[in-house]
């Protein structure tokens, strides 16, 4: 249960990273790079500082914390330059789409045995995500945004599948902001849009650096070393549908039928994956 408790935690945080990004970056508050780039280093300053709190090392192998900082670079990079031509909707599937098929097929090139009723749940899960976020009328699909949207996905499944191996969550996790924060900050300076950072902006991003990506990000290592690859790729198709029911309680945006039947879809499909896999001899 306790496990349980601590992903739902993991996927409100990402959920608010989406809530806070479409704030600050939608109603043009701040550029979606300066957004990024406050939000690095916000994390960044929040893990020491909690690092710091806590007596703890922040020591890391070389190799662990260039393959997760430049993950976490890529993804944020990605994400950010893929949204300046991509619908919001189907920025979300290709990404979502990505983390799904590299996670699955990570698994199964080490050995993780995937049942029948997984896989299928994951395909209901991913069809009822796919069934809210489908652009409505005809879809255009802008190849650029569409390669960037890919490039975000891949990162964001190598820094998950990179959590299931690290020692200390807290400890790779600051390093992989201070290695990210590194890598993302010259790229700044040539891609950042012509945007008037607001008091209002940075705020927001201090609070999606800090709070939801910082601590969000440490959490989601801490649980993925006891989830199956299978569940902890397929349990994220719920963080969009989080994210819009977000806006409908506290936005003021419409309950609609299609969102309600799609989040069911989703919910049941992590439920069938979570219920269907294979329990350990012993």
């Known amino acids: 249960m306790r496990l349980i408790v601590l992903t739902v935690v993991v996927m409100m945080a990402f959920a608010g990273n989406s809530v806070l990004n479409r704030l600050a970056v939608g109603s043009g508050e701040i550029g979606a790079m300066g957004f990024a780039q406050i939000r690095l280093l916000a994390g960044a300053l929040m893990l020491l ?31 950010s330059l893929a949204y300046r031509s991509l619908d919001a909707g189907l920025g979300a599937l290709i990404l979502f789409g990505i983390v799904q098929i590299t996670m699955f097929g990570w698994g199964a090139l080490r050995g993780a045995v995937v049942a029948p009723g997984q896989v299928l749940g994951a395909a209901v899960a991913f069809g009822g995500l796919a069934y809210v976020l489908w652009p409505a009328g005809a879809v255009q699909v802008p190849l650029v945004g569409a390669a960037f949207m890919v490039a975000a996905g891949l990162g964001w499944a190598i820094y ?39 008091v209002l902006g940075a705020g927001l991003a201090i609070v999606s650096g800090a709070v939801t990506s910082g601590l969000g990000y440490a959490l989601w290592y801490r649980v993925l070393p006891q989830l199956q690859p299978a569940v902890a790729a397929t349990v994220q198709l719920s963080v969009p549908v989080i994210a819009m029911l977000a806006g409908v309680a506290g936005l003021g945006e419409v309950l609609s039928l299609r969102l309600v039947i799609g989040t069911l879809a989703v919910l049941g499909g992590i439920a069938l994956v979570i219920v269907m896999a294979p329990r350990k001899a012993g």
Request: proline fraction near 6%; aromatic fraction near 10%; include cysteine.
């Open 49 to 79: 500082a909690l690092c710091r709190w806590r007596q703890q090392s922040i020591s890391q192998s070389p190799r662990l914390s260039l393959i997760g900082g430049g993950s976490l670079a890529l993804y944020m990079i990605g994400f």
């Open 160 to 198: 998950s599948l990179l959590g299931r191996q690290v020692q200390s969550p807290l400890a790779a996790t600051t390093m992989n902001f201070i290695w990210a924060s590194v890598i993302v900050l010259p790229l700044v300076w040539f891609l950042a849009e012509p945007i008037a950072i607001s």
